[in-house]
Every structure is written in C-alpha cells, then in structure tokens.
C-alpha cells in the first residue's frame, strides 16, 4: 500500500487524514465495532487538520454511500448469479446479506471519499510542527 501514499486512494482505502495521511481520521481502527464506526477525531495530531469543517459536514457523505452500496451490490450479484451460477433469489438474499454485513465499511469510505473532495494532501503538511 505504500507505492500508493500521497495519492487519494490511499487516503479513502486506509481512512487516514487527507492533508498529511499519518493517522488514521477514525478512533477505533477496527470498523466492525458498531458503536465506535463512525466517531472520528476532532483534528489530526500530526498537521492539526480540523476534519469537520463545518456542522453536519458529513451528511454529504450520504450522497457518496449509495454508489459506494451499488458498487458492493453490483459485486455481490456478479459473482454470486454469474460466478458461481446460483438462481436470482437466493443472490437476492446474498446481495442483502452483503450490504448488511458490509455496512460499516461502506459508511467509512464513503466519509472518506467526501472529505478527500475538499482536502487535498500538502507535502509541507507532512512536517510535524
């Protein structure tokens, strides 16, 4: 993963802050711990950069979420009906299983995503303070 540090796409695959990349936005490491998935830091230690910029900043992330389940259903469908040949229904109830247990890996990258549209990686950043 690191042929990929400072680009977005390690940033939004790894959930680090988007200006310097060397921490992690969120407070749990582990997405799958329900109550903790989505609480993040205030700023980044490191470059001091405020992730919320405003009130309710990540309601956009909302927006970015359904392609990101798309995506995840799209996968699903393709490799369950066509793949492995099993009948429309039960890769319906496949697809559901997926966006179900997939669900808090889809609400993280698609905040990373969105806050990855605004901030920008700074090089000059990348020099603690």
Same mark, same amino acid.
């Given at each position: 993963? &690191? =042929?990929?540090?400072?680009?977005?796409?390690?940033?939004?695959? &790894?959930? %680090? +802050?988007?200006? +310097?990349?060397?921490?992690?936005?969120?407070?749990?490491?582990?997405?799958?711990?329900?109550? %903790? &998935?989505? @609480?993040?830091?205030?700023?980044?230690?490191? +470059?001091? &950069?405020?992730?919320?910029?405003?009130?309710?900043?990540?309601?956009?992330?909302?927006?970015?979420?359904?392609?990101?389940?798309?995506?995840?259903?799209?996968?699903?469908?393709?490799?369950?009906?066509?793949?492995?040949?099993?009948?429309?229904?039960? %890769?319906?109830? =496949?697809?559901?299983?997926?966006?179900?247990?997939?669900?808090?890996?889809?609400?993280?990258?698609?905040?990373? =995503?969105?806050?990855?549209?605004? @901030?920008?990686?700074? @090089?000059?950043?990348?020099?603690?303070?």
């Amino acid at each position: 993963m &690191t =042929i990929l540090k400072v680009t977005k796409v390690y940033s939004i695959l &790894t959930g %680090s +802050c988007p200006v +310097c990349q060397e921490e992690s936005m969120y407070i749990e490491a582990n997405p799958f711990k329900v109550m %903790s &998935t989505l @609480k993040m830091h205030e700023r980044c230690s490191h +470059c001091h &950069t405020k992730y919320k910029m405003e009130p309710s900043f990540f309601f956009g992330a909302m927006y970015v979420s359904y392609p990101v389940g798309i995506g995840f259903a799209t996968i699903a469908f393709v490799l369950s009906y066509f793949v492995f040949n099993i009948a429309i229904v039960p %890769s319906f109830f =496949i697809i559901c299983a997926v966006m179900f247990l997939m669900l808090p890996i889809i609400l993280r990258l698609s905040r990373n =995503i969105w806050i990855n549209l605004f @901030k920008h990686y700074q @090089k000059q950043k990348n020099v603690k303070a």
